[in-house]
């Protein structure tokens, strides 16, 4: 606990418990319906570009293998490549029990790459060939970036999440959620301390297993990884004065309200953060720095991107600064965003491509492949039956897709980006896979 506590975290810790979930309750009702204005507000905007004709041409395969080796062994060796440049930043945007479909996707990714592999390799072969350079996540997209960081294979992954029940990680509390979630980060942490190759790889250096620490760390990642939350509680001294507001609950919420990224902590705790979906679990209390009451990150991250910043600037080993191109290094950056249904539902905005990237997160990428999986079987709490058929479907429909040709929208920058490209590239992906089940 810091030595010195700041008035939200008096409050926190000083409240009666269950007035503050009273309280945390109607924030989380108010919160929710204003995320939808948010999320649609940060789509919204404005053209800092020309759009070029569509001349250019990419496929799935093609944006992912910019590499030269490939290992598809079960081994915790490095695979060989000529350059830290290649390799893709992937991102997974918020979506309701979305994690059957994102498990089922990579899956089939890593079949259409290295040949069908089940779950016999535990290590993500995506990581090991270096393909993902980081990942972001928000809400089901955040538990499954924890899970590529951590190096797990998505076979695994898969199994994992089909094999779950209700039952598994009910902790029924019916007091300002559905349930309290502590079992759902139990399993979490279960799952990923049982099944990283982080942990494999330190247990072959003694024949003593090694004391395994409670939580793998999401700073101990093997690739970079950032989680995007939403903050209910006032961090600035403006939103606190106006904690006690209530005249105006809207105005109140949205003051309140902050994106928080996380970078630093358990990895099953943020995930758990990330995914808590308003009313069905109970906001997580994060202590970095200050306290923080978290709720799901698909507020105000509609497509899980907006780690982004963070670890390209890590990348660049630049801190808090804008990032610096070497244009002689011919770096490109490359963001796969995936999606498990219609990009921004229910109101259905445009994905973000290279220019909505620079005008939101002051990052340049040059290409940008959106891609989105629709017409998936419908999972949640009560329909988990349905998740097995969710993560087969789009396994098989990935993998259909995988060669596909996709025009890009190539736009012109109205000023020098900084890379000395003279064009950004947006590729767009609809996968229906209404048709694989």
């Known amino acids: 606990m810091p030595a010195v506590i700041n008035f939200t ?7 009666n418990k269950h007035v503050l979930l009273i309280a945390t309750s109607i924030i989380i009702v108010l919160s929710f319906s204003t995320g939808i204005i948010v999320g649609v507000a940060a789509a919204a905007i404005a053209t800092v570009g020309e759009e070029l004709e569509a001349i250019e041409a990419t496929t799935l ?4 293998t910019n590499h030269h080796h490939y290992d598809n062994e079960d081994t915790d060796t490095d695979a060989d490549s000529d350059s830290d440049d290649d390799g893709v930043y992937m991102s997974f945007g918020p979506a309701f029990f979305g994690f059957y479909g994102y498990f089922g996707a990579l899956a089939g990714i890593e079949d259409a790459l290295f040949g069908k592999t089940t779950n016999q390799n535990k290590y993500s072969l995506l990581v090991k060939n270096k393909i993902l350079r980081g990942v972001t996540g928000a809400s089901a997209g955040a538990m499954t970036a924890v899970c590529m960081a951590a190096g797990i294979s998505p076979h695994v992954a898969a199994e994992f999440v089909s094999a779950l029940t209700l039952h598994d990680f009910q902790d029924f509390y019916f007091f300002g959620s559905l349930m309290k ?7 979490m942490n279960e799952f990923i301390s049982t099944s990283s190759p982080i942990f494999m790889n330190n247990s072959r250096d003694s024949r003593q297993k090694p004391r395994q620490p409670k939580h793998l760390q999401l700073d101990q990642a093997l690739i970079p990884v950032a989680v995007s939350t939403t903050n209910i509680l006032p961090q600035t001294q403006q939103q606190q004065a106006s904690l006690w507001s209530w005249m105006n609950p809207l105005k109140y919420v949205t003051s309140m309200l902050n994106l928080k990224i996380l970078r630093r902590g358990s990895m099953a705790r943020a995930a758990r953060a990330s995914a808590c979906f308003p009313g069905l679990f109970q906001p997580v209390g994060w202590i970095e720095n200050s306290f923080s009451l978290l709720i799901d990150g698909g507020i105000f991250d509609p497509f899980g991107l907006f780690g982004l910043k963070e670890i390209i600037n890590e990348a660049a080993n630049v801190s808090g600064e804008k990032k610096s191109y070497d244009k002689q290094s011919n770096s490109k950056i490359r963001v796969l965003n995936m999606i498990i249904g219609e990009y921004g539902f229910p109101f259905k905005s445009k994905p973000y491509g290279p220019l909505e990237i620079y005008a939101n997160l002051d990052i340049q990428v040059d290409s940008v492949l959106s891609v989105s999986i629709i017409n998936l079987p419908r999972a949640g709490p009560f329909l988990m039956k349905n998740g ?4 087969l479907a789009a396994r098989d429909a990935i993998k259909a897709a ?4 996709i025009e890009s929208i190539m736009t012109k920058p109205l000023h020098d980006n900084g890379c000395g490209n003279d064009v950004t590239h947006h590729y ?5 896979a209404s048709s694989f089940y």
């Open 388 to 391: 097995i058929t969710a993560q």
């Open 9 to 15: 975290t008096m409050v926190v810790y000083q409240v």
């Open 61 to 64: 395969r093609e944006f992912l």
């Open 428 to 432: 767009v992906l609809e996968i229906d």
């Open 181 to 187: 979630g502590d079992k759902f980060e139990s399993i």
């Open 402 to 405: 995988m060669d596909r040709p």
